[in-house]
T-cell receptor, first 113, second 116 residues
């Protein structure tokens, strides 16, 4: 599984509440990504990180923030969840030394009611 | 930024037939084109990829072709089997380096159904 885990795997939350999703890796990969997946849209990049405290926005970053205070953890925060943020969230890492391919975590199913 | 279009959105074939999924991309700087397979409720998994210095790549029943001039690439699955049924995504990225290194832009996905 390339040492990547996401938590929580499933969450139901209410509109307006803050939510944090965690991506944890054990293999010291530099690049980490957060994608969301919605029907008809494929996977869209929310934010990514290219090192500790180095992050940048993707194509659908509005309403989301991220933090990476240590190599192994990349946190995605919804400051005030909305129903439009109901989605499946995938964390991904870039596997160095393996053709630099992108490997996905198992996903986090978030429902905002 | 990069835009990737994928067709068809659904594809239904009989077992043993071939399946072809096509993608076009907009950014001529893109140089890496992976294909992912996603089964229901699972993570996307890389099945094959191609880089811009190669025109075709094969791995058993799966092949990918790339036409840089036309900016399109295709996935070919031969002798399809029911277990090939899944959602397939194409993607493109520019792996030339820099802080945005390797950001993938995905197509919308193709639902492939292989009927026994």
């Amino acid at each position: 599984d390339a040492g990547i885990t996401q938590s929580p795997r499933h969450k139901v939350t209410e509109t307006g509440t803050p939510v944090t999703l965690r991506c944890h890796q054990t293999e010291n990969h530099r690049y980490m990504y957060w994608y969301r997946q919605d029907p008809g849209h494929g996977l869209r990049l929310i934010h990514y990180s290219y090192g500790v405290k180095d992050t940048d926005k993707g194509e659908v970053s509005d309403g989301y923030s991220v933090s990476r205070s240590k190599t192994e953890d990349f946190l995605l925060t919804l400051e005030s969840a909305t129903s439009s943020q109901t989605s499946v969230y995938f964390c991904a890492i870039r596997l160095t030394g393996s053709g630099n391919t992108i490997y996905f975590g198992e996903g986090s199913w978030l429902t905002v009611v | 930024g990069e835009n990737v279009e994928q067709h068809p959105s659904t594809l239904s074939v009989q077992e043993g037939d071939s399946a072809v999924i096509k993608c076009t991309y907009s950014d001529s700087a893109s140089n890496y084109f992976p294909w992912y397979k996603q089964e229901l409720g699972k993570r996307p998994q890389l099945i094959i990829d191609i880089r811009s210095n190669v025109g075709e790549k094969k791995d058993q029943r799966i092949a990918v072709t790339l036409n840089k001039t036309a900016k399109h690439f295709s996935l070919h699955i031969t002798e399809t089997q029911p277990e090939d049924s899944a959602v397939y995504f194409c993607a493109a990225s520019n792996n030339a380096g820099g802080t945005s290194y390797g950001k993938l832009t995905f197509g919308q996905g193709t639902i492939l159904t292989v009927h026994p």
